[in-house]
């Protein structure tokens, strides 16, 4: 009945799984290929291109290559579906590195994507952007992250912080400053979800970058709780590192409880032995601590004081070091520590770390767990026990690795663990690696109290059916009897008796695990009578009555050399050894080459320590054995035969004494010889923890026991040294700021409404909305950059002297750190003055650029051009021409006033010429659209000014009457919409209208803004990376300038250059001229590395915005120059840098 | 950071491949992995970091689905598990169960997932609530859809709001026509009882499952009666843990539907329910079993689904089992498994029968041990007490549940 019934159940759970199977993407899975799929990408239905692409991802998943796909796939990036896009993203992201040209073709769409008003749609864009890592676009990519780090949707900002990485992944040299510079931004956020993704970027991008950390540590510290789970796991071991660097380690802390106790030792002139020291522990945390609790504070010193330097230098430095000990010593004793109970940051790290103990997240778990073995003071770590044991029961997986660490802290500190010695019983579903990992921790934690229920359980697990764990049982028993010699007879009878219980299996082939249990058993035996040989004779004498009955050869062997150990040992034993040599004489042919070894062995040393009466008996057996030996198959054998023969030759050849001195003296020598070599004491093997390798609690590579690659030990305590606190609370104070702005700039752009609402006007909806919150943290921004350039200020004169020579290279002050690292691997260097080489990467002699900078401040003068400005003639163009406008003529140029209604407006000089023979009657310029109604158009104006976004044009004022020849000159001010795109307008004459298009130049959308070099490069220093853009370009006005000069003098052909540069600039831009540096160089001819510097702000939002020129050449060539600019806006950057070398490569006019 | 993830099925086929940065890792791994599972056997199985020759492998096994992350760099080993662990719950969820059919069945949704999970090797979205607003699960009503209409997406194509608050876990607004909020104690038992019938260590670790379908955004506390005996504690994100640490009160703004609130342990107890003993004598190659069942401290609540396993120790040829209750199946494995539901007032059940040794063995040299399934509904054994659950930001009292329900964890017997 069952059978039928179940036979129905079957079939009805197959027909149900054949209707839950009905709408799912299974006939995708099982044939993806069986319908052409080309055609379905081409189509132009949503539905037929998902399927489409759903084979594909099917084709993926099974592991085929279908990129050639790929520009068909592409294509559909523009797909409005957004499942089409998702699956598009995902084919994309799989074969982009595979196909990069054609992957290219799908940039515009994720440009375009990334304006769109979704978040979601921005955030895909982005992540595969970035994810598919093409080195073409790499600065596109940086540019789209840094707006997005900036967007007011909290999802965005973290996949902008997620793309951080990929794009360093690509490794190229020239982002690495804008990329750090990106995750500092992003590690400011206000948003704990985003600070999570950015601790993951800063961990994979610039890990050693501490002081990006030190400006916000108080503030990460208390967001930490709040961060989601995956980056509190990243975070806390970012602020352990952290807090290491800056503060050192704590001194009530373990990992630095063994050298106080080296220190007492040495005063007390205590033998370093292990034992000696371990009491000495105990009686100075009895003297110290005596009001705490005296099991809390006992810890194997000499395992922690391993453990603690291995965490510091890594294992493998460390083991390499090991014999110079004294000299690593002397050396951390140099180390500055902290104390726990005085330092503000470590409290806030501890305290701030202990309620993500009770996380559901076993990571988060372990990691906090780490951050208190490490920093908290010894009585607090006991915190860390529940936790880390009830992470056991979270999952099969985490137990091993969680027991892994466990491992580490119970030997360190045994007592920590000794009472939840229950929590390490077996359970059945334990693998046999949880098993032994438990086991050791068993035997580690053991106490006099709680040994008697552990081998209780220990005797329950000798039988479990598991014979490879049931062995390591026994390892374990003997190793805890050794401890406890309390124990030690109990465990004996035990051993004893598993032993003969084994042995009676031990011939049978089928039970292989019975023979390492046998072995391991005996060898137990063996350890725990090394101890105290003379009160266990009874035990040996066991072992020996049950040779017969054990067949293992390895066990044989044991009990063998038992045998020839201890023979002369109580009273019983000598008494049995004649039979025993007899037997073993009798079964040695047939016993296996390791035992046959034992035997001979234990022979010469029974001949050797046996008295004079019995040794005629014990000659004659070994003898006997040495001649069996002599005819063995095994060279081995006969070897050992032939040495023992001659080693003991004094004791086997005695019946022949007549010989000569000469013998007698050998004879003497080898008697002694074979005393050594046989009686010799042997060493206790020294304790195995001194090669066990450490890694960082928590770390991959602790579980697999080798330094995984990308393995970071802790940093040097207190490598990271601010001079002065304040300057530091001053950073931290200045770092609060930004994060205000952000809040007030989020607040108003989060409102869906208003984003919507600004977004409506398509073309410059992305302009205004990236305006309104670049403004607001600009202004952020400028605070933390006057505060930074104060520590600056403060440090130069330091940093001045030291080898990289050029003030303000590094603009988090972090200079020392870098410094500090150079030392280890060079790196150093690179990193800080990364921002120079960025600039001049082109350069093939860079080498010896990066240090020109410093060599050009010693030995370069200083020239000014004071009357420049009256050189400085504007660029006329023409807005209308005579032709075209009925005889009138209009020109305009810019101009370098300033405008008094508003920063935003820039000023013209426009002249109105009348070339006709009539008179012109109501000229007026106005806006496209705007009709002539001035008072219409006042309104309009004061309305959009506060509104502040839309170009207008103030209103001009009508010119009545235009006489034939006459010129009027007014003086217009415009704000243009864009960088580049003209401002349409429409010139009203004799009431006839006439569209004019008014070219905007970039060079006029600044002001000047006086400065000294001083502050010019504080401010240069403050914009390295993305903010930095540089392009060549020739020059060559200079040329026919110095033909005409009639009196050519060294100087003065430089001053010609200079000149001739700084007028074209300043007559093409509104900057100000803030040095001419020029160098004092042998060459007179060389006018390599005159460099002119112009300062300038944007009129929009007070950016300030520098520019560079350096040349390079003879003076009478062409000369090579390299045009800098430095600014924060870095579309108008680039646009100005364009600019500027186009019209420095236009050759002069006239 | 993790570079790719892959998903096997239980005859060690790559169902799935997931590569997650510009290091791509090649699915031959995945042969690797395989063969050294066949030549290594169960060890390895459990294994939950491999170093293999090229990567290493991070690995989570989930009703026969092997879950594989790989990496090459140092990185938090329990981060990949976990993370693995999230998926595969979250998969479990979304596919109602995990096999291989479903997967595949899936794929789709699957890739959409692990896509909002991770990015970069780093997880991004594991937020189930989330995950669902971005994703819909499939279900009944839009696999008919798309069979009728031929179009379905589940891909959401607005970011949940949830994204941005401050309680990431809670669906913005969730409008729920019923007001209630269920409080479940689930606990499991573990205990050991030694060869000489003595308890040797019994604790129960358990879970606060809560169950609320409340609208707004409602702020609940809940208190226990006897917050002391608790152990350890493990808490969901959304569990403020100010409060707990000075008073021992749960405070929290719970998700939307069905989630583990806290999870805790209570060790050190006295009581079991039930107690079960086998008794092994082995002679001349034969070996007679015999278990016997019963209640030991009656929880005084019926006791059901009860179950004893063990494994045959693999010198055992065969064995003829005869139970005077319920049913016996010896599986291929060597499993044996009894299962005995409600235990019968007339009689206590037992179980006896011969097991017939290997040539060559006198008597049995291991023993088995026999692992004890039951469950007790509406009772949480470690004596837990919840006192009250207060709800503020309401507007009207929503129902309230509590239920308590305790089964067997690792409950062995040793003999």
């Known amino acids: 009945m069952f059978t039928q019934f179940g036979a129905t159940a079957e079939s009805l759970s197959k027909a149900s799984t054949m209707v839950f199977r009905i709408g799912t993407d299974a006939h995708l899975y099982d044939d993806p290929d069986d319908v052409n799929i080309a055609p379905l990408l081409d189509s132009k239905f949503d539905s037929e291109k998902c399927e489409a692409l759903k084979r594909l991802l099917a084709l993926i998943a099974q592991g085929f290559d279908v990129s050639n796909f790929f520009p068909q796939v592409v294509k559909n990036v523009a797909s409005q579906s957004i499942e089409v896009k998702k699956l598009v993203y995902l084919y994309l992201l799989h074969y982009a590195e595979k196909r990069p040209n054609e992957a290219l073709l799908s940039i515009n769409y994720f440009q375009k994507d990334l304006g769109d008003t979704n978040p979601l749609v921005r955030a895909w864009a982005l992540r595969t952007m970035a994810g598919i890592r093409l080195h073409v676009i790499a600065p596109l990519v940086l540019v789209a992250v840094s707006k997005c780090a900036r967007d007011p949707s909290v999802y965005v900002r973290k996949c902008a912080a997620n793309a951080l990485p990929k794009v360093h992944d690509l490794r190229l040299e020239e982002n690495t400053a804008a990329i750090e510079e990106l995750v500092g931004f992003l590690l400011n956020d206000n948003s704990p979800g985003v600070i999570g993704a950015a601790a993951a970027a800063f961990a994979s991008v610039c890990p050693t970058n501490l002081s990006l950390i030190g400006r916000n540590y108080r503030r990460l510290c208390e967001t930490l709780p709040d961060v989601e789970e995956w980056g509190q796991i990243v975070l806390i071991g970012i602020l352990l590192r952290y807090a290491i660097a800056r503060h050192g380690l704590v001194k009530e802390s373990i990992m630095l409880s063994s050298r106080d106790l080296e220190n007492i030792a040495s005063e007390n002139g205590a033998s370093d032995t292990y034992q000696k020291g371990n009491e000495d522990s105990n009686a100075y945390f009895g003297l110290k601590e005596s009001n705490a609790d005296l099991t809390n504070g006992v810890c194997k010193s000499e395992v922690v004081d391993i453990v603690s330097r291995s965490y510091l230098e890594g294992p493998d430095k460390y083991l390499s070091k090991h014999r110079c000990a004294d000299v690593l010593s002397s050396e951390l004793e140099g180390l500055h520590f902290t104390s726990a109970k005085d330092n503000e940051d470590i409290k806030i790290l501890l305290l701030c770390t202990s309620p993500l103990l009770w996380s559901h997240n076993s990571a988060v778990v372990l990691a906090a767990a780490g951050v208190h073995w490490i920093m908290a003071p010894k009585e607090d770590i006991q915190k860390i026990v529940k936790p880390l044991l009830f992470l056991m029961r979270s999952s099969n997986s985490s137990k091993y690795v969680v027991l892994c660490n466990i491992q580490v802290f119970s030997k360190a500190v045994p007592s920590l663990f000794a009472p939840h010695f229950e929590d390490f019983f077996m359970s059945p579903s334990d693998s046999y690696q949880v098993k032994a990992l438990k086991l050791e921790i068993l035997s580690t934690i053991a106490t006099e109290s709680s040994i008697s229920s552990i081998f209780q359980e220990f005797q329950d697990y000798v039988k479990d059916p598991d014979r490879k764990f049931a062995a390591d049982t026994v390892a374990a028993i003997g190793l805890c009897a050794q401890q406890f010699p309390k124990v030690a007879n109990t465990c004996l009878e035990g051993l004893l008796a598993l032993a003969s219980h084994e042995s009676t299996y031990g011939d049978n082939a089928a039970t292989d695990g019975e023979a390492i249990v046998l072995l391991q058993a005996i060898y137990s035996i063996k350890a725990i009578i090394g101890k105290d040989p003379s009160s266990n004779e009874k035990v040996i004498v066991h072992l020996i009555r049950s040779l017969e009955s054990i067949r293992v050869p390895a066990a044989r062997g044991m009990i063998i050399w038992m045998v020839g150990e201890y023979s002369d040992i109580g009273n019983v034993i000598p008494k049995v050894l004649p039979v025993v040599l007899k037997y073993l004489a009798r079964c040695f042919t047939v016993e296996e080459v390791e035992t046959k070894l034992q035997i001979l062995n234990a022979c010469g040393k029974v001949l050797l320590h046996s008295k004079e009466e019995e040794l005629w008996a014990y000659r004659k057996v070994l003898s006997y054995m040495l001649d069996l030996a002599r005819c063995d198959l095994n060279y081995d054998i006969r070897d050992r035969a032939r040495f023992i023969k001659e080693l003991l030759s004094c004791y086997i050849g005695s019946s022949d004494t007549e010989e000569g001195k000469a013998q007698q003296e050998s004879r003497d020598v080898s008697r002694v010889l074979a005393g050594r070599i046989f009686g010799g004491q042997i060493k206790a093997p020294s304790s195995e923890q001194f090669s066990a390798r450490f890694y960082l609690p928590g770390s991959l590579s602790h579980v697999v026991l080798h330094a995984a690659p990308g393995y970071e030990p802790l940093p040097r305590p207190c490598s990271l040294n601010f001079e002065d606190p304040s300057i530091n609370s001053n950073i931290v104070e200045g770092a609060k700021r930004p994060g205000d702005g952000a809040t007030q700039s989020e607040s108003y752009t989060d409102d869906p409404d208003s984003v919507s609402g600004s977004l409506n006007e398509e073309s410059t909806s992305d302009y205004s909305y990236a305006d309104s919150i ?325 009129l929009s939002n007070s950016v300030p915005c520098l520019v560079t020129l350096v040349l390079e050449g003879t003076c009478f060539e062409p000369l090579n120059i390299l045009v800098k600019v430095n600014c924060e806006e870095t579309v108008f950057g680039l646009n100005l840098l364009n600019r500027i070398v186009n019209l420095l490569a236009e050759p002069a006019r006239g | 950071m993790m570079q790719c993830i892959f998903l096997l099925s239980d005859s060690g086929e790559v169902m799935l491949e997931k590569q997650l940065t510009g290091h791509r890792v090649d699915r031959s791994i995945c042969a690797w992995f395989w063969e050294q599972s066949i030549a290594q056997g169960d060890s390895f199985k459990f294994m939950p970091v491999i170093a293999s020759p090229t990567h290493y492998i991070f690995q989570v096994f989930r009703e026969g689905i092997t879950f594989l992350a790989c990496t090459q760099v140092e990185m938090p080993p329990l981060m990949a598990t976990e993370f693995l662990c999230r998926v595969a719950d979250v998969l479990s969820d979304y596919l109602g169960g995990l096999n291989e059919d479903l997967i595949k069945d899936n794929f789709v949704i699957v890739y959409e997932l692990l896509d909002e999970m991770i990015d970069n090797g780093f997880p991004l979205t594991t937020e189930p609530n989330i995950l669902r607003e971005m994703i819909a699960p499939p279900n009944i009503v839009s696999k008919m859809l798309s069979v009728v209409t031929g179009t379905s997406s589940n891909v959401s194509n607005t970011l949940p709001v949830a994204t941005a608050s401050c309680v990431p876990w809670r669906k913005m607004d969730p409008k729920n026509t019923s007001n209630e909020v269920y409080v479940d104690l689930v606990e499991e038992m573990d205990a050991i009882i030694s060869r000489d019938g003595t308890l040797v260590k019994c604790e129960i670790y358990g879970e606060v499952q809560v169950n609320s379908h409340l609208s707004g955004l409602p702020d609940l506390t809940l208190s226990f009666a006897n917050a002391s005996i608790l152990n350890d504690v493990r808490f969901h994100p959304c569990v403020r843990l100010r409060p707990w640490e000075s008073q021992q009160i749960l405070s929290f703004v719970p998700p939307d539907g069905q989630f583990k609130l806290m999870s805790y342990r209570v060790k050190k107890l006295k009581n079991i329910p039930i107690y079960v003993k086998p008794q092994l004598s082995s002679d001349s190659g034969m070996c007679r079993i015999s278990v016997l069942v019963g209640i030991k401290n009656d929880p005084r609540k019926p006791i059901d689904s009860i179950t004893v396993e063990f494994q045959l120790p693999p010198c055992v040829l065969s064995a003829n089992l005869t139970p005077n209750h319920g049913t016996v199946n010896i599986l291929a494995s060597k499993t044996c498994s009894w299962s005995i539901g409600r235990l019968p007032k007339d009689k206590a059940p037992s179980l006896s029968g011969t097991l017939v040794l290997a040539a060559g063995l006198e008597r049995l040299p291991v023993f088995p041990t026999f692992q004890v399934g039951f469950r007790v509904m509406g009772i949480a054994l470690s004596g837990l007490q919840m006192d009250k659950l207060d709800f503020k930001n309401l507007p009207s009292r929503p129902y309230k549940g509590f239920r308590g329900l305790t089964r067997a964890g690792e409950y062995q017997v040793r003999s």
């Open chain 1, 774 to 1098: 670049g403004g607001s943290d600009g202004t952020g921004g400028s605070n933390v950059s006057s505060s930074l350039s104060e520590v600056d200020v403060h440090k130069e004169p330091l940093i001045h002297l030291s080898e990289v020579g050029y003030p303000n290279a590094n603009p988090d002050g972090g200079s020392h750190v870098d410094n500090q690292y150079s030392g280890s691997n060079n790196l150093g260097e690179l990193i800080s003055t990364r921002s120079l080489e960025s600039w001049l990467d082109e350069n093939p002699n860079s080498g010896h650029n990066l240090s020109e900078p410093s060599s050009i401040r010693k030995s370069s003068a200083r020239i000014s051009i004071g009357h420049i400005h009256g050189r400085v003639e504007p660029k006329i163009c023409a807005l209308l021409d005579p032709a075209n406008g009925n005889g009138l003529s209009v020109d305009y140029a810019f101009s370098s006033e300033l405008s008094s209604l508003s920063p935003l407006l820039v000023c013209l000089q426009v002249s109105f010429k009348n070339c006709s023979t009539e008179p012109m009657m109501n000229l007026q310029l106005v806006e496209d659209n705007k009709r002539q109604d001035s008072s219409d158009h006042a309104s309009a104006m004061t309305e959009s000014s506060s509104h502040g976004d839309v170009p207008s044009l103030v209103p001009m004022e009508e010119i009545a009457n235009l006489g034939p020849s006459e010129t009027i000159n007014i003086m217009l001010q415009v704000r243009f919409r864009h960088h580049l795109l003209p401002l349409k307008l429409v010139l009203w004459c004799n009431g006839k209208t006439y569209p004019v298009k008014l070219r905007p130049d970039i060079g006029y959308f600044v002001r000047p803004l006086p400065m000294d070099i001083g502050v010019f490069s504080a401010k240069e220093a403050q914009l390295p990376g993305m903010f930095e853009y540089t392009r060549r370009c020739i020059f060559t006005d200079h040329i026919g300038e110095l033909k005409k000069g009639d009196k050519p003098g060294t100087n003065d052909q430089f001053l010609v250059i200079c000149e001739c540069l700084a007028v074209k600039v300043l007559s093409n831009a509104n900057f100000f001229l803030v040095s001419v540096d020029m160098p004092v160089s042998a060459n007179l001819d060389d006018a390599s590395g005159l460099r002119l510097r112009f300062s300038g702000e944007l």
